[in-house]
């Protein structure tokens, strides 16, 4: 199979499954004389022979506790789903936050074909079906393990519950902090 076969079968462009071969990604042979590429053999997309990351997120340190739980049901969901476990990855940061670095290596790093998360807002509060659609260009995948119905009232109030509570932590997560300078300051004026 050429190349570029490969490549309208994975719904990419040329230059990217050109990429993934110069990368080491997938196999491929190139005719010294005519410079085509060619697939080594006609690949099946496989679940079990791709890089998998496991990708487990919670909001805060106090419950940073529940990072290993959520881990562990990953690795069980991927176990019966025959997934072959490359990365796990655990961060504490908010949802809302779009500069997350352990994250932002994973969606950029191409080896891993499948990203696993418990929940959608498990990776992001907003803009899931975009990461998941860039993704999709890429031929890779995002599998959410707790997938819900897709009732498009039920997600826009819980978008809606989701920014006002995310906006109301961070309000809350300040004068918290706020309150903390304080004492600490009233601490240092007694001495």
Known sequence: MKLSQYAKMKGVVYRTAWNWWRAGIIECDQDPITKSI???TDIKYN???????LYARVSSYEK??????QLERLRQFSCMKGYTISKEIKEVASG???????LNKILTDPSYATIVVENKDRLTRFGFNYIKNLLEMQGREIVVMNETDDNKDRDLMHDLTSVITSFCCRLYG???GQNKANKLKQELVKE
């Open 96 to 102: 809302m936050n779009d500069n997350r670095d352990k």
């Open 64 to 69: 940073k506790k529940d990072l290993e739980g």
């Open 174 to 176: 300040l004068r918290r």
């Open 47 to 53: 679940k079990q022979k791709e890089r998998v990351a």
């Open 38 to 40: 060619f697939m080594k």
